[in-house]
Nanobody, 123 residues
Framework: QVHLVESGGGLVQAGGSLTLSCAASGRDFIVYAMGWFRQAAGKEREFVATINWSGATRSYADSVKGRFTISRDNAKNTLYLQMNSLKPEDTAVYYC????????????????WGQGTQVTVSS
């Protein structure tokens, strides 16, 4: 099992940057692909980015491609999401999650979830 805890959310102006972290407990972190999802108020949870177990391959939603970067440090059991050029439409609760399916964009294929961290981008 993997227990996930996100941090790093907050309030930022449009055009600004934030880095989210997701700390994983349990020695199985390295075997899982990881992903970031987000859920805006009144909307469904949507895919943001995913990374394979080694960090060698990554995939992004079109809405964040070129602005967000997903990475992981397996020695520290930590997943990251670097967010640049933030827009008001990026406002949401951001969740990290673990899956056994590489490059999955389907939230139903993710086994473990964090509690989420709020990101608010003001215009």
């Amino acid at each position: 099992q993997v227990h996930l805890v996100e941090s790093g959310g907050g309030l930022v102006q449009a055009g600004g940057s934030l880095t989210l972290s997701c700390a994983a407990s349990g020695r199985d972190f390295i075997v899982y692909a990881m992903g970031w999802f987000r859920q805006a108020a009144g909307k469904e949870r949507e895919f943001v980015a995913t990374i394979n177990w080694s960090g060698a391959t990554r995939s992004y939603a079109d809405s964040v491609k070129g602005r967000f970067t997903i990475s992981r440090d397996n020695a520290k059991n930590t997943l990251y999401l670097q967010m640049n050029s933030l827009k008001p439409e990026d406002t949401a609760v951001y969740y990290c999650a673990a899956t056994s399916v590489t490059h999955s964009r389907d939230r139903n294929q993710y086994l473990y979830w964090g509690q989420g961290t709020q990101v608010t981008v003001s215009s």
